[in-house]
């Protein structure tokens, strides 16, 4: 799925214009510990999280994710939006809990490798 | 790559919005170098928990990195408090962060199992009111 086509399903808003909507997005993981993203996250091109700081967006770099969708209606500050558009990683917000934004992704064909 | 490549990096203490700063900009320069990419995560990955490390328990401190043909090397020292018990630090789950870095999605006790995990040699020189030095090799 296009990030345009996750932002569209869950209903999101989207914060970032630097990103790559040609991306095809095929996993992705939800944890709101960054270092258990590292550790038990594999190949995953999205992240959910309901943790809103800086170094969600450190981490989703670290990891080459491509977007970080922020669940239960939460939003990024103007400092991280700024990080994430130098980082070209997608932006969202929606506000649907953790459990139903990643179901609905999983309906729609979004797998996971590792949390 | 014939010659050594080597960068310097300020760690800046209780700055939780440049933290990973270094182990971004060492990231970058790997894409640059053309570095495979499974080694430019798991440089990347130990890196990173070691400079949140230096930030959290360290009072920032610095970071040296020196690239070969065969291998990347990050000395990553810091003046903090030093690890009381390294054996007990390295287990999965042990962690001495306060609430408020486990607020900001760390402190939970993986980032040393997670340096140990990534990089090919790791090497944690430490004592108790001496400060931290952590040594991270992955092999190119």
């Known amino acids: 799925m296009k990030i345009s086509e996750i932002a569209t399903l869950l209903n999101a808003e989207l914060y970032t214009v630097n990103h790559d909507d040609t991306a095809d997005i095929k996993s992705a993981c939800s944890a709101d510990l960054m270092s258990d993203v590292m550790a038990f996250s594999k190949e995953n091109a999205l992240l959910l999280t309901g943790l809103v700081n800086p170094q969600v967006i450190r981490t989703a770099e670290m990891m080459d994710m491509k977007a970080i969708i922020f669940v239960r209606g939460k939003k990024p500050l103007q400092s991280m939006i700024e990080l994430a558009e130098e980082k070209k990683i997608a932006l969202m917000s929606t506000e649907y809990p953790l459990f139903e934004a990643s179901g609905r992704l999983y309906m729609s064909g979004i797998r996971g490798n590792g949390y | ?140």
């Open chain 2, 1 to 140: 790559m014939g010659q050594v490549i080597v960068r310097d990096y300020d760690i800046p203490a209780d700055d939780f919005l440049s933290a990973g700063e270094a182990s971004s900009a060492v990231r970058n320069l790997l894409i640059q170098l053309g570095v495979a990419p499974d080694r430019i995560k798991r440089t990347a990955i130990a890196m990173y928990e070691a400079e949140i490390n230096a930030v959290i328990h360290g009072h920032g401190g610095k970071a040296h990195v020196e690239i070969k043909s065969d291998r990347i090397t990050i000395v990553i020292s810091d003046e903090g408090p030093g690890i009381e018990d390294l054996e007990l630090a390295m287990q999965e789950g042990y962690s001495t962060a306060p609430d408020s870095i486990r607020e900001m999605g760390f402190g939970a006790g993986m980032g040393l199992p997670n340096m140990k995990k990534n990089a090919d040699e790791l090497v944690i020189d430490t004592a108790k009111g001496k400060g931290t030095v952590v040594t991270i090799t992955v092999y190119l």
